[in-house]
């Protein structure tokens, strides 16, 4: 991460600094709220502004889970220290719902029904009346089950309700002085699986050890997919050069940690790619389960 200096700082433009204000007046007629609050810069971006606009009446939320990055939940705890807010942790159990370790094109409701649900009980403790998150714009159009959730439990999308989209939203977060404005966007190390592959503790603590290597190699943004004995590396195009010349150092390492074939994605990073085999013809999502529970 990057602390924004003073200099890096520019004034937002007329229609962000629309949105932004907009978006505080959202938070200022909820009053009150629970944020899901995940460290990235997205939750990040949410939480600051609430507890800008609403002080101690804004609470952040952390998920601690198996799927998620190892270390993220302490770089979480970390920005949100610089801020001067408190966290609560609450601990998911997603590997205990069978809907999530089957994973069909759904899996993303699952998940978020279960974090959601961890959610409202810190809303009930604390007689909070709203919840929300750090979806934005940009996700409308995107395959996102976890949306199906929130909209169920009637969770708010401060960034969605102001149309924020991604690319503002960092400009925002540097705006407001937030360290991890730059941060690479992570998501559940459940995306690395290819739908209808079981998710398990041992291949999600695998992968989760090779995205570190890869990160303590000096890679920032990518992803590294599971496929049986295989895996599939993606880097941003620029990286693939570094990639290869540690190639050595990251054929031991993976094979290792269990994998027999170890495999560049020419293509580079794309967020979302495991969609790709759930669409149709004509580039919709098709959501018939690959597998059913047992």
Known sequence: MTTATPEQIVTLAPELMAKYERMREILAEMGEVVVGYSGGVDSTVVMKVAYDVLGNKAIAVTGDSEAFPAGEVDAALQVAGEMGIEVVRVRTHELSNIHFKINNPDRCYHCKTELFSELQEVADERNVKWIADGSHADDEGDHRPGMKAAEERKVRSPLREARIHKVEIRELAQFLGLSNWDKPSFACLSSRFPYGTSISKEL???????????????????????HETVCRIEVEPKDIIMLIENRESINERFKELGYTYVTLDLEGYRSGKMNDTIRDTNGLIKLEPIRKPV
């Open 204 to 226: 999600l603590e695998r992968l989760d050890s090779c995205e570190k290597f890869l990160r303590d190699l000096g890679f920032r943004q990518f992803r590294v997919r599971h």
